[in-house]
Structure formats: structure tokens, C-alpha cells
């Protein structure tokens, strides 16, 4: 449950990213800014999800833990 609701909010913070980086444009300017709470506690909790997946990712990802099938060779998959 955790590793869907952290998925979800990489999302939301890549695609933000997307946008700031296309359009200038900072989804968080929808809640008042950088200076309201509620962006503020929104990026904290895109931040925190980046940490848990990037400790968590190969024993959640079946790709990663060779539990599914992979495009990459398998030498160059067994480096992640």
C-alpha cells in the first residue's frame, strides 16, 4: 500500500516537474505558493516518497528482483 501511495506521488512530482520545466508553471502556485502549507507539506511527502522508493524499489519492482521478465541483458540488469 505504501509503494502504490509513494508511486502515486512521484508522479505527481515528476509531472510537476514537467510542467515547471515546459510551461514555467508550479503546480503548487494552486495552493498559494511555496510559502503555503499545504505546497509545503505536498513537497515534503513527493520528497519523502522519492527516499522510501529509492530504499524499497527492488524489493517492491517484480522487474527488479528478477521476479519478471526484463529487456535489458542480463548483465547489465544484474547492476540494479
Known sequence: MLHKISFILLIIGGLN????????WDIGQLFGGMDAVISRIIYILVGLSAGYELFTHKQNCRGCS????????????SGM
Not at 17 to 24: D, E, K, M, N
Not at 66 to 77: F, K, L
Request: without cysteine; proline residues 5%; neutral net charge.
Open 17 to 24: 516537474w514537467l510542467i515547471l520545466g515546459v510551461l514555467g
Open 66 to 77: 528478477g521476479g519478471g521478465s526484463s529487456s535489458m541483458p542480463s548483465s547489465m540488469n
